[in-house]
């Protein structure tokens, strides 16, 4: 370790903090890269930081676990916590100040940093070059994260999307909500299948047309024949 002890001895203090900001960041990355590379933390086990969906109120749907808000005794649509769609991961600051933008401000910094003292030995200097490429670094995480959350959520079926979509009965569904059917709807390019029940007096059999009226515990769907 002679190499080491006289290469770090021969570095200026600037240079040395430099290289203790931007070594640990690196590796920090990496193992995240690494991560990504092979599926790490997209089974939903682990914690995400910069993501939100499955708090309440959050992930811009409804929340099936609510409470009887309404007090009819069924936990219906009325009793659904609904967001407007928007998330705080949609804000500009908390796309910032995630765990990746941060690693990558500080290792875009130190990197910066070192080269620009190296090549005009100004630590003002090689400071104002580091933070200025450090935060379009972490600009362009946050973009990132950004894009793979719309991603995300364009793939992620809001059951809350289809108040008021039309389908078909393809299992009969009984009459006075005495037993639940299947109904088949087109949501964008997918055909998706849910049970459902009706409150009305006619039973609806295999192939008529409905509408959506109602969600229920469960993802349970209320509809009516049109």
Known sequence: MTWFTDWWGGLALFEQIMFCVAIPATVILLIQVIMLIFGFGHDGTGLNPSDTSGIDGFDGGPDFGGADVNGDGVIDSADLNISDGSSPGDLGTMNFFTVQGIITFLCVFGWVGEVSYILWGVPAVSIAAGLVLGAVGMFGVAKLLSASRKLAQNGTLNVNNLLGAS????????????????????????????????????????????????????????????
Do not use: H, W
């Not at 849910?194 to 509809?223: K, Y």
């Open 167 to 226: 389908g078909t009965v393809y299992l009969v569904i009984p009459a006075d909500g005495e037993n639940s059917g299947k109904v088949s709807i087109a949501s964008g390019e997918r055909l998706v299948e849910f049970d459902a029940i009706t409150d009305s007096g006619e039973q609806l059999p295999d192939g008529t047309p409905i509408r959506v009226i109602d969600i229920r515990s469960g993802n349970l769907l209320v509809v009516e024949k049109i």
